[in-house]
């Protein structure tokens, strides 16, 4: 049974060390870990093998996941006096699953060179219902050879995992993933703002939204074109747009409310559609 340390045991870790302990990505695995809060080992002691220190939960392993917080805390459990890379056997390969900047990523990468250890930088997406069904989207980044040492124990957790290249691809997609997320998350706030400032009531909004995102086409998909809009309807679509952007900017003035995303979209429509 190959043996996995996870350093961090939050939201992610935790998740990740219940799919590949129990086996649900199809194969089980023996898990260790470290988090500074004992609470959470304790809640974890059916699933991981506690260890005091990321040094002594890395002993043995064969690939280390690091699952904490940010860049700091990245360099901490990697590189300080009792962080992985101080193993007295140290682990084939280390995955970075925090959202990290690209130079701690770079880092990392030369950092663990320097002692013989693969890294790659493992970007997911999905949360915590993913990953309780194993099927977490994981974008990982980093050279070929290391990418078959880690990629069995990503499996045991994701569906699919995605080798997007190079060292820092995977944070790369990663954090173009987030920006898509947390702008449609803004996005959906303003419409819904402005709807019931109008008047509308919530509930029949949301309704309305549901049914017609049904017939929408999906945002990615103008990405995956290589343009923004396809086809020979692009100036008419942008038209509509510049049309109905303005009369909801009217709207929300007239309601006194500001309103950034339409501001801003009614300036980039005509790139969005190919036509600058």
């Given at each position: 049974m190959s043996k996995v340390a996870i350093i961090g045991l939050g939201v992610i870790g935790s998740g990740v060390a219940r799919a590949l302990a129990q086996g649900k990505g199809g194969r089980t695995f023996e898990v260790a870990g470290?988090?500074?809060r004992q609470e959470t080992l304790d809640g974890l002691r059916d699933t991981v093998r506690a260890a005091p220190s990321p040094r002594l939960a890395s002993e043995g392993a064969d690939v280390v996941l690091v699952a904490v917080m940010d860049d700091a805390q990245v360099r901490a459990v990697l590189d300080g006096a009792d962080g992985v890379l101080a193993a007295a056997r140290l682990p084939?390969?280390?995955a970075i699953l925090s959202t990290v900047t690209l130079p701690t990523v770079l880092w990392a990468g030369d950092t663990c060179a320097a002692r013989g250890?693969?890294?790659v930088d493992c970007g997911v997406s999905g949360g915590p219902h993913?990953?309780?069904?194993a099927s977490i989207t994981s974008m990982v980044g980093g050279d070929e050879a290391a990418f078959e040492i880690v990629r069995p124990v990503i499996d045991g957790f994701s569906d699919p995992t995605i080798h997007c290249g190079q060292l820092g691809n995977g944070m790369r997609a990663k954090l173009a993933r987030n920006l898509i997320i947390y702008t449609d998350w803004m996005v959906a706030w303003e419409g819904a703002r402005l709807a019931r400032a109008a008047g509308v009531p919530l509930d029949k909004f949301v309704q309305?939204?549901?049914?017609s995102d049904r017939w929408v086409r999906p945002h990615m998909a103008m990405v995956s074109e290589?343009?923004?809009?396809?086809g020979g309807s692009n100036a008419a679509t942008a038209a509509y747009a510049d049309k109905d952007l303005r009369a909801a900017l009217a709207l929300g003035e007239e309601l006194g409310l500001n309103l950034p995303a339409a501001t801003l979209a009614l300036d980039l429509f005509p790139e969005v559609a190919g036509l600058r």
């Open positions: 470290f988090d500074v084939r390969a280390v250890v693969a890294l993913a990953l309780a069904h309305c939204v549901t049914a290589g343009t923004g809009l396809t």
